[in-house]
């Protein structure tokens, strides 16, 4: 190692600054004794080359420890070891045997002996630990590049994995590529084909992939070790700063097919667990600011159902959050974030509900973020649910209900009508008291966590056993039905029905007021064998295969001809969600069921039909729903005599006939229509007759 020069370094930005001076390292801990910053000659040494400790005079400013160092580059990497008071019962666990991640690190190094249990204990663990990376400022050439900003009306989103998107031998992508950013970039014609304009990326943010159950890999990757760094797993490019550009050079090229990016981010918890878990880095530094603690201060509240709960409200914790949202949007060009068990932000530094949470108000308010698209999973593991009530005036939620109210709909539960058509017009019952629009209602009937569609429609309960859980893991409320068989079938009755079924969910997602949202090879039918939690399946469970492109090229088919209608019938257009009522009030939209103008809401009926009158675009758009399991007919609503209906959607049938586009679409001569058993229907004209 070059000969450093050392001095006593600023407090003025967390983590390491690259300045011709130097580098500059700060961190915060409020109660250490003293800080010992470790310098590694690479990723496979097993101590450090060099330990340079930390004044507490000369190095310290108020909580914040720092030193500048001459002579040292980007791509080196450190580590710290903090001191302090081994006090659990009074929420202080310092122990500097562990070497500590910066909680700013832009990049992370884990070797191929990284040991999770040897950051238990109390034991030296520099032999097995991650590694934090210097990191060079910002020379990256983004080419003109800028976050899109796609209006939400006219968003369609693919939630996805990075990994197990081209993992599988049959994606196309080369060997070296495969379940990376790079394999991604490979992949982009497929969603531009199918119409996607938004990507959600389960995490990447480096995380724990030890995390799991013995001998399964965290393949989710909801066990953060860094709010910063790219995970390096997911980098085709394998030197030290490789992520970081890697993961620029993917945003980049989604962003020239017209793709946003928007990243599901963990700040609810961190992959250090309870008490009993490793120390990797917050721990370390300052266990009761970072974490919430029980009374006794030595266990840890755990309202994310992982073993511990970030302390989201403290100060420093609050600022770690921006930073690193800041971070994401002005160096790495990201156009939005998908707030995991969000409802976790909403409390305060002993778990209680806030009735305005600091973080989320600091989020709603930045000027750096005004423009990226902000979605909150609004519930948590600790029984708080707040679709529908959360904190803000911009936040877009995921909509749980639309899920499970579309999902019993179709399966023929009673007393779905009413709710049915409340999920149809974006959930005004939810969100109507916020005056938004209607695309703060994320639409979706599945996600990562879940059966897949095909699942949905192929298994009565949840097969988790290879999760190692005696199944006792996922959900247990799934709204599913296997139609006679659990698991594959071979028989053709069963195989059509839950073929139709497949696409009745996409078309009531698709065809909603709202934002959908589809779950990644949903278009094609994949399956992961009724796992509803396949959080640790690295493996063709949790893949994508590629081969059912032909063998579902109905499905996808559909999916693609699916996007194309919602464009052509204007259900993207913005529309306020305080208008809906003076929408209804002037008859824009008109409910019916077999007859005309007469729904029937009862709790025994199956079947719902509506008529919209879309006067921007001037067409007269009509949808039966029928869940029954015999055919229904249904009147249709009288049309101007040089106008006939068009039948643009029938998943009662065989494709090509399921999906047509307007201009080809078979006419309808009749006044009424037979839609078969669980099957929907989507009629257009293009004259509408008014009296205004």
Excluded at 170 to 190: M, Q
Excluded at 192 to 209: C, H, M, S, W
Excluded at 453 to 463: G, I, R
Excluded at 605 to 610: I, K, N, R, T, V
Aim: aromatic content about 10%; proline content about 5%; overall charge negative.
């Amino acid at each position: 190692m070059n000969k450093l020069e050392i001095s006593a370094g600023e407090c003025r930005n967390l983590g390491v600054t690259v300045t011709p001076e130097g580098v500059n390292f700060c961190v915060f801990s409020k109660n250490a004794t003293r800080v010992d910053l470790l310098l590694f000659s690479d990723h496979t040494s097993d101590r450090p080359s060099r330990e340079i400790t930390l004044s507490p005079v000369e190095n310290r400013t108020f909580y914040y420890w720092h030193i500048l160092v001459k002579g040292l580059k980007p791509g080196q990497l450190y580590g710290f070891r903090v001191h302090g008071p081994w006090d659990p019962k009074n929420g202080m666990r310092f122990n500097p045997a562990k070497v500590l991640l910066d909680p700013y690190s832009r990049a992370v190094v884990v070797n191929d002996v990284y040991n999770r249990d040897a950051a238990c204990g109390m034991e030296d663990n520099s032999g097995s630990c991650m590694k934090s990376v210097i990191a060079p400022a910002d020379g990256y050439d983004w080419e003109g590049d800028n976050p899109l900003h796609h209006p939400l009306g006219e968003t369609i989103i693919y939630e996805m994995h990075v990994g197990g998107f081209t993992l599988h031998e049959n994606s196309g992508v080369p060997p070296e590529k495969r379940g990376t950013y790079a394999g991604l970039v490979e992949k982009i014609p497929y969603l531009k084909n199918l119409g996607i304009t938004a990507v959600e990326l389960l995490p990447i943010y480096q995380f724990d992939r030890h995390d799991a159950p013995d001998g399964l890999p965290n393949y989710w990757g909801y066990s953060p070790v860094s709010f910063f760094a790219p995970h390096r797993e997911y980098s085709s490019d394998k030197s030290t700063l490789g992520p970081i550009n890697e993961f620029r050079d993917m945003v980049k090229a989604l962003h020239r097919a017209g793709i946003e990016v928007i990243l599901d981010v963990v700040y609810n918890h961190t992959a250090e667990g309870n008490e009993n878990g490793p120390t990797l880095c917050w721990k370390g530094f300052e266990n009761s600011a970072y974490y919430i603690l029980e009374n006794n201060n030595s266990s840890y509240s755990n309202y994310s159902g992982t073993g511990n709960t970030l302390n989201a409200n403290y100060s420093i914790v609050r600022k770690m959050i921006l930073d690193s949202l800041h971070y994401w949007v002005e160096e790495m060009h990201v156009d939005g974030f998908r707030f995991d068990l969000a409802s976790v932000l909403s409390r305060g530094e002993s778990g209680e509900l806030l009735k305005n949470p600091p973080i989320l108000w600091d989020i709603e308010s930045d000027t750096i973020l005004a423009k990226t698209k902000l979605i909150a999973e609004a519930w948590d593991a600790g029984g708080l649910y707040q679709v529908g009530s959360f904190v803000g005036d911009r936040w877009q939620e995921w909509n749980g209900v639309f899920r499970d109210d579309v999902r019993r709909f179709f399966r023929g539960d009673l007393g779905t009508v009413h709710n049915l058509g409340l999920r149809l017009l974006a959930s005004p019952d939810i969100y109507e008291h916020e005056k938004r629009e209607p695309e703060q209602s994320i639409n979706f009937i599945t996600c990562h966590d879940g059966f897949t569609v095909n699942d949905l429609v192929s298994y009565n309960q949840k097969h988790n056993m290879d999760n190692r859980e005696n199944n006792r893991d996922g959900s247990n409320e799934n709204y599913s039905w296997n139609y006679g068989v659990e698991g594959p079938s071979d028989s053709p009755e069963i195989e059509s029905i839950r073929n139709r079924q497949v696409k009745n969910f996409l078309a009531a997602t698709l065809l909603s007021l709202g934002t959908p949202m589809i779950l990644m090879g949903d278009e094609v039918r994949r399956s992961q064998n009724g796992n509803n939690n396949a959080y640790c399946q690295n493996n063709e469970t949790s893949w994508f295969d590629w081969s059912l492109l032909e063998k579902h090229g109905d499905v996808l088919r559909f999916v693609k001809e699916l996007i194309r209608l919602r464009y052509d019938l204007g259900f993207t257009l913005n529309i306020r969600k305080s208008e809906l009522v003076r929408v209804l009030a002037r008859n824009k939209i008109e409910w019916h069921g077999v007859k005309l103008n007469s729904p029937d809401w009862s709790s025994t009926s199956h079947s719902l039909a509506l008529a919209v009158h879309n006067r921007i675009n001037n067409k007269l758009i009509y949808v039966a729903l029928n869940a029954y399991w015999k055919p229904l007919r249904f009147e249709l609503p009288p049309t101007d005599p040089s106008a006939l209906w068009k039948l643009v959607l029938n998943t009662a049938e065989p494709s090509p006939a399921d999906i047509t586009p307007y201009h080809d679409a078979p006419e309808i001569t009749d006044s009424s229509f037979t839609v078969n058993p669980r099957s929907m229907i989507t009629l257009v004209t293009e004259y509408i007759k008014t009296d205004d």
